[in-house]
């Protein structure tokens, strides 16, 4: 198959406000000042936003620690981390743990759930799409993710090739576009201006109303088989694509960011993640690392490239 390179840092313009030490606020039974739990700072990959709102609230209302969530991509982020070393948390998708880790800027990483391609088409399916090979119909106007600049774009040549289509004809013959962002070619459905959108079952659960989602197993990569290589010369496997969150060594709180994480991986916030569309498969939801290390068995994901 023909391996993609995949850009590590994207450009990057995020303005962040930090919040320091914790503050005192008054004990409703006596009056006396108690410490407030001080906010923990998580940046999250726009893909897991949502969940990640939902998940903090929860969060804050169980154990009253609060937690700000940063957005944005999730290059732009770890771009961030990197060069400003202030967070506590980061929650990314593939292949951005393992690069985290690489460049000494985690102490711990946990896979929490997955992520899986689909074809997003209007609510009933008017133009009666059944088959990913359906999408090289004269007749639809088609969005992908952008082949360059998203994950989801990387994993796109070799899921049209194993259908027998070549992505790079199929986009020159004018019917198929692309946008950077998955949720936005979503919503290219969703306003009438596209029939379809290869993008991730996420995105199609937070746009239940408007959209529905059709399968392409037959076609996704194979599990730590199907490869692409980076500008760096790692070679990466394309599937399973999984969501993670790490501890950043640059947090001013370890112990509790290390909490937070650890609720992410507790059976009591699956049932979340299974609303928001994340595919959760019992195989993949480990810790990976434990102090910026690789745990035993967890499966080499980044290797030299051949």
Known sequence: MKLAVLPMVASLSLGLVFV???KQQASPEAGALVPELAPLVC???GTMRPVMQELAKRYEEKTGQKIEINSAGSGELLAHIELQKQGDLYVCHDPFLDVLMQKNLGVDGWTIAG?????AVPKGNPKGIKDLKDLGRGDLEVYLTDLKFSTLGHLV???FAKAGMDVNQLLAGGHFQTHRSGSQAGNMVVTGNADAAVVWNAVVALRTKDLDAIPITPYLPVPYVDAMTTATHKSYVLA????SVATLQCSTDPAAAKAFAEYLVSPEVAEVLREFGFTM???VIRQEYAAGKAL???K?????AE
């Open 157 to 159: 040549p070799t899921i």
């Open 281 to 283: 498969d019992h195989d």
């Open 296 to 298: 035993p068995g967890t």
């Open 20 to 22: 320091g030490c914790s």
């Open 43 to 45: 940046h999250v990959g």
């Open 300 to 304: 080499d994901r980044v290797k030299d």
């Open 240 to 243: 399973p694509v999984r969501v």
């Open 115 to 119: 992520l899986t391609p689909v074809i």
